[in-house]
């Protein structure tokens, strides 16, 4: 069994920061991308950053340069720092890994259950 966890969200003031933690546990052998994505009230979803097993990340143009995704390949964490934050940035953000599980030789997609970010103006 493999869960994927995200924490770390809250409220936060038009140009303030919070940290966002994912950490996936279980069987896992290893992980290669890890990515974040929200999704807005009345919106799609949207990627929003990844970050992959050899620390090779990639931005949504409207976040680069604000937001900074890391991970800890030993710990099977990612984070994504958010700086700079506006009003615009609201939604649920969600922690996607796709990893494989011990003794199997395929990669799946596991997905957390979303953490709310909420930036006032």
């Known amino acids: 069994q493999v869960t994927v966890v995200e924490s770390g969200g809250g409220l936060v003031q038009a140009g303030g920061s919070l940290r966002l933690t994912c950490a996936a546990s279980?069987?896992?052998?290893?992980?290669?991308?890890m990515e974040w994505s929200r999704q807005a009230p009345g919106k799609e979803r949207e990627w929003v950053a990844h970050?992959?097993?050899?620390?090779?990340?990639n931005y949504l143009d409207s976040v680069r340069g604000r937001f900074t995704v890391d991970r800890d390949n030993a710990r099977f964490t990612a984070s994504l720092q958010m700086n700079s934050l506006k009003p615009e940035d609201t939604a649920v953000y969600y922690c996607?890994?796709?990893?494989?599980?011990?003794?199997?030789?395929?990669?799946?997609?596991?997905w957390g259950q979303g953490t709310q970010v909420t930036v006032s103006s």
């Open positions: 970050v992959f097993h050899d620390g090779r990340t």
């Open positions: 279980g069987s896992i052998s290893d992980i290669n991308a």
């Open positions: 996607h890994a796709n990893l494989r599980i011990h003794g199997s030789p395929h990669y799946t997609d596991f």
